[in-house]
């Protein structure tokens, strides 16, 4: 089964000398790129996880309907918000959209896993803190789900084929050959291939004056738009299952 989901947040990267991008334009920057993910899952007729960072749901309802209503799943991402902003805002959506919010994904900050149980959440998807410029440098993880704490945790994927994770940066910077011999390895060994992507590498940042290091650059904008569509290619040719998290979990 392939889990395919997507972080999305506003680019944080600092602009180039003497450029100015607000907080509005980041917002919609974040939106157009969601928006060109969402007609690619269209395309192969796909579903999809959707993490979106606490601090801007309140300020993406019209996105997140857009999302819904095409049989996506809303979950959130936990960059540094606390407990009773995150109980607030899944209150306020769970109202507006009538649709229970499951999942939380967390990197940074981590959240002790009893306090979200008690919010309601059914299950965990926390990423690593690596140090990008290694992507090689992992050890060998447990990739079967568990639970904790009445929570299902779900593990990152690795490939045993090449002991890399599939993180957003080894999508961005890897051939989709080498990707995708990566994927077909991991689900002859594991149940499950989780995918996670970010919004803000859809971003054309030839047209926005980001200052971002070369590598996070690097086929990102419509380039990744078009990995992605050669990945659901890929896996609809090979007639390769794939569902949102909370199905494959409940």
């Given at each position: 089964m392939v889990l395919l989901t997507f972080n999305i947040l506003d680019i944080e990267a600092k602009t180039k000398t003497n450029a100015q991008i607000t907080g509005d334009d980041r917002l919609k920057i974040t939106v157009d790129n969601t928006k060109a993910i969402l007609r690619i899952l269209d395309i192969h007729d796909t579903k999809a996880t959707f993490f979106i960072e606490v601090s801007?749901?309140?300020?993406l309802h019209h996105l997140i309907k857009a999302i819904s209503t095409r049989g996506h799943e809303i979950a959130f991402y936990n960059k540094n918000s606390s407990l009773q902003e995150i109980e607030a805002v899944k209150k306020n959506i769970e109202e507006c959209f009538g649709k229970q919010i499951r999942g939380i994904r967390q990197k940074d900050v981590k959240l002790p896993q009893e306090?979200?149980?008690?919010?309601?959440?059914?299950?965990?998807?926390?990423?690593?803190?690596?140090?990008?410029?290694?992507?090689?440098?992992?050890?060998?993880?447990?990739?079967e789900i568990t639970e904790e704490d009445g929570l299902s945790i779900i593990p990152e994927s690795i490939s045993p084929y090449s002991q890399l994770p599939y993180n957003d940066f080894?999508?961005?910077?890897?051939p989709m050959k080498y990707y995708q011999n990566m994927v077909f390895e991991t689900l002859k060994n594991d149940e499950f291939v989780l995918i996670y992507l970010?919004?803000?590498?859809?971003?054309d940042f030839k047209t926005y004056p980001f200052d971002i290091p070369f590598y996070r650059s690097f086929s990102s904008g419509k380039k990744m738009e078009d990995k992605l569509n050669a990945l659901l290619t890929w896996i609809n040719e090979k007639e390769m299952a794939t569902s949102r998290m909370k199905d494959y979990i409940f």
């Open positions: 801007i749901v309140e300020k306090n979200l149980k008690l919010l309601e959440f059914n299950y965990v998807s926390n990423i690593d803190n690596a140090n990008i410029l290694f992507p090689f440098k992992r050890l060998k993880r447990d990739t080894v999508f961005q910077i890897l970010n919004s803000w590498q859809f971003t």
